[in-house]
Each structure stands twice: as structure tokens, then as C-alpha cells.
């Protein structure tokens, strides 16, 4: 059974483990403020969980979106939550300059979905030596991904998380194919982004849609086919988040989303890998 050690705890395992924050770094108050809510949350369940959130999110539908405070503003945010709430913490990394930056905070460095496939950011984050989450693209086939793994594999590091976001369907918008859960599983932990796969990209002209009602169905569906972790974007006040707000979820409701989500992974973990195919 796969793991990757990080300072705080082990992610994989078996356990269960989140992936949670405001979708961009809003301000310095409004970050610490979820990461205060997501730290009780993970003390009442015993949850490994890494607090997200980005520095800079340089791939806007418009170029007027708001991106965040920026590499070095935002990484000591990030610093401080770390500090003072004992979360590892992870972000987007988007060009090779900023890598070496990035990884003296981050504990898990993050490739977006639209630059899973570009050779030299990939490697340099893997020259790092920490654990990588890809977000697998929306136009690549599951098994598509072998490739960015190989990536990773030839500068001798092991750790990566493999993350389904969904894939495009049509214009505007994406379906998730949960056999992707399973055909990525040889290549890393598996985790599921529960909140970007119900975004419609671009859905509302100069931003993009989303509908939080199929969040919970999606997060429970993936977690029944055997997820190891789930990627989850969450706000105090969704209406007015300033990015990814339709498909963000209320801080208020991860409680009872995390304990039925945690009940269902102690029901199927004992048939999750090898022992699936006792039951084909």
C-alpha cells in the first residue's frame, strides 16, 4: 500500500486523507481564518489533512481575475499557517523560476491541470525531492498520465499524488469517469477534486461556473471507488470568494461531509486494491 511521509503525518496508507483550503489567498485574515477551522476539524477526526490554497492563479479565465498577493507574499502566508497550526501546506507552482522558491514552504508542490504535460516545470518540481500532486489535464485520458509519471520518475523521485478534476465534455463544461480512480492507482495516490469537478470552465464569460450540488454526491462516489484522499476547495462565504465560488463549498458544511465521507471509507477500504478483483 502506498504512503509519502510528510513531517506532520503519513498520507496513504489506508487512511483517508484531505485536501482543503480557499481556492486563491484572498488576504492574510481571511486565509488564517480557514486554516483555524480546518485545524479543529482535523483534531476532532484525527484527519490528515493539508491545508491549499494559491499564491497565484495564473491560468484566470480574464486577465482582470483576481490571482492572489504572488509568489513571495503569499508563500509567507503560507509559512504561518504551517507555523502556527502544524498543516503541511501545498500550491500551484506555474513556471521553473519560482520552483526553488516554492519548495522552501511547500510541503507538497502542486502542477496545475492545464500544465500537467509541460516537461520542464514537471522535472524541476521533481528535482525537488517533494511530493508532487498532479491535476490530472481535463483533455488527457487517465491512462495518458503513465507519461507525466515518467517524468518524475527519472529524476528519482517516487512521491506523487494523481488528482481527477474531470475531463471536458463539450463547452463549458466536465464529467468525471470514476474508472480513472482506479486506472491511475498503479501510478500514485489517488485523490479526488470534488469541487473543481463540478466547475464549468469559463461558464460565466469572463469566469468560470460551477454547481456545488453534486459536490457531496461526486466525493462520496469517488470515495466508495477507493480514493486515497480528497481534494476539496472550501470558503466562509462562497457567494464572495473571489475565485472558484460556485463551486466552492461553506466551511460549515465539511463537518458532516467529512464524517460521512470517513464512514464510507471505512466501509470499502478492506476491497480497495488487490482484493477488487475478487469481486469481478
Not at 456545488?212 to 454526491?217: A, H, K, N, T
Not at 458532516?256 to 465521507?261: K, S
Request: charged residues 20%; hydrophobic residues 45%; glycine residues 8%.
Amino acid at each position: 500500500m502506498r504512503s509519502i511521509a510528510l513531517d506532520q503525518f503519513i498520507i496513504g496508507d489506508g487512511r483517508l486523507f484531505f485536501i482543503a483550503g480557499p481556492c486563491v489567498i484572498e488576504s492574510p485574515e481571511a486565509t488564517m481564518a480557514v486554516a483555524a477551522d480546518l485545524s479543529k476539524l482535523a483534531d476532532k477526526w484525527d484527519l490528515p489533512l493539508i491545508f491549499k490554497s494559491s499564491y497565484d492563479k495564473a491560468n484566470r479565465t480574464s486577465h482582470s481575475s483576481f490571482r492572489g498577493p504572488g509568489l513571495e507574499e503569499g508563500l509567507e502566508i503560507l509559512a504561518t499557517v504551517r507555523r502556527q497550526f502544524n498543516l503541511p501546506v501545498l500550491s500551484d507552482v506555474h513556471s521553473v523560476t519560482e520552483v526553488e522558491r516554492a519548495a522552501e514552504v511547500l510541503d507538497v508542490i502542486q502542477i496545475p491541470a492545464f500544465l500537467c504535460r509541460q516537461t520542464d516545470l514537471v522535472m524541476a518540481a521533481a528535482e525537488t525531492g517533494k511530493p508532487i500532486n498532479f491535476k490530472k489535464g481535463q483533455f488527457l485520458a487517465p491512462w495518458d498520465m503513465a507519461n507525466v509519471v515518467a517524468k518524475v520518475h527519472a529524476t528519482g523521485n517516487q512521491q506523487i499524488l494523481l488528482t481527477e478534476r474531470g475531463t471536458t465534455f463539450g463547452y463549458n463544461n466536465l464529467v468525471v469517469d470514476m474508472r480513472s480512480l482506479h486506472l491511475m492507482r498503479q501510478h500514485g495516490l489517488i485523490v479526488f477534486d470534488a469541487t473543481h469537478s463540478v466547475q464549468l470552465p469559463g461558464g460565466a464569460g469572463d469566469s468560470s461556473g460551477g454547481d456545488r450540488r453534486f459536490v457531496g454526491p461526486l466525493a462520496r462516489a469517488a470515495v466508495a471507488a477507493g480514493v486515497d484522499g480528497v481534494f476539496l476547495e472550501v470558503h466562509h462565504n462562497p457567494e464572495q470568494a473571489r475565485c472558484d465560488g460556485p463551486n466552492s463549498i461553506p466551511i460549515a458544511k465539511m463537518d458532516d461531509l467529512v464524517e460521512i465521507l470517513l464512514n464510507i471509507h471505512a466501509t470499502v477500504q478492506p476491497f480497495v486494491g488487490e482484493s477488487d478483483e475478487k469481486v469481478l
